[in-house]
């Protein structure tokens, strides 16, 4: 029902930083929080970071909350993922997800994107 569609990835040299957009065909239930997740090749599926429909946001950690920012522009049905200070481990595919609640996207995101190649070089 709902589609998401990510953009913004690219090839970013280390230090560096970027902004990632995700957009949600309409508005919904299923979009009450939206997030971000990452996998590396040959590694698990991580969430990064989410954030709901008020605008209340959570991240994975302290460290990643100190190079990465969530928000959204619910008028455009958009949420962004802003990253500073890019590091090579940073390098991955960012999925944007949502679900109705925090804990529906935490553990069981209801729809996803196609997802967006971030690589960073050292």
């Known amino acids: 029902q709902v589609q998401l569609v990510e953009s913004g990835g690219g090839l970013v040299q280390a230090g560096g930083s970027l902004s990632l957009s995700c957009e949600a065909s309409?508005?919904?239930?299923?979009?009450?929080?939206m997030g971000w997740f990452r996998q590396a090749p040959g590694k698990e599926r991580d969430f990064v970071a989410g954030i709901t429909w008020h605008g209340d946001s959570w991240y994975y950690s302290d460290s990643v909350e100190a190079r990465f920012t969530i928000s959204r522009d619910n008028a455009k049905n958009t949420v962004y993922l802003q990253i500073i200070s890019l590091k090579p481990e940073d390098t991955a595919v960012y999925y944007c997800?949502?679900?109705?609640?925090?804990?529906?996207?935490?553990?069981?995101?209801?729809?996803w994107g196609q997802g967006t190649q971030v690589t960073v070089s050292s």
């Open positions: 997800a949502s679900g109705t609640s925090k804990a529906v996207l935490r553990t069981g995101p209801q729809y």
């Open positions: 309409d508005r919904s239930f299923s979009t009450f929080a």
